[in-house]
Nanobody, 126 residues
Framework: HLVESGGGLVKPGESLRLSCAAS????????VGWFRQAPGKEREGISC????????YYEDSVKVRFTISRDNDKDLVYLQMNKLKPEDTGIYYC?????????????????????WGQGTPVTVPS
């Protein structure tokens, strides 16, 4: 139902744009989150966006550098990642939820999502 793309190998300071393509009925009724799983670490929510796109949320380490957006006409959600750092390395997943964020103390939550993609890898060597 969700397919991520746009990952790759980039140098520190460079940019990538991830895309999340949805094949979910009434996708414009779903909030979407981007998650990152770094090597050896748990998956964490880094950004999420409301169904309308009016509200966006970011984890502190990506705030200012990353921008989440969506095009509900095309059933796409994007994550523009600028000034990438080695600590941004990981598998990036998108997920869709009927419930709107924020989801309590973690803001972008995790258990609230009904659909998950398979992930796209991002590598920023040190």
């Amino acid at each position: 139902h969700l397919v991520e793309s746009g990952g790759g190998l980039v140098k520190p300071g460079e940019s990538l744009r991830l895309s999340c393509a949805a094949s979910i009925f009434a996708f414009d009724q779903y909030a979407v989150g981007w998650f990152r799983q770094a090597p050896g670490k748990e998956r964490e929510g880094i950004s999420c966006i409301s169904s309308s796109g009016d509200n966006t949320y970011y984890e502190d380490s990506v705030k200012v550098r990353f921008t989440i957006s969506r095009d509900n006409d095309k059933d796409l959600v994007y994550l523009q990642m600028n000034k990438l750092k080695p600590e941004d390395t990981g598998i990036y997943y998108c997920a869709a939820a009927v419930l709107e964020p924020p989801y309590g103390s973690t803001v972008c939550g995790g258990s609230e999502y009904e659909y998950w993609g398979q992930g796209t890898p991002v590598t920023v060597p040190s």
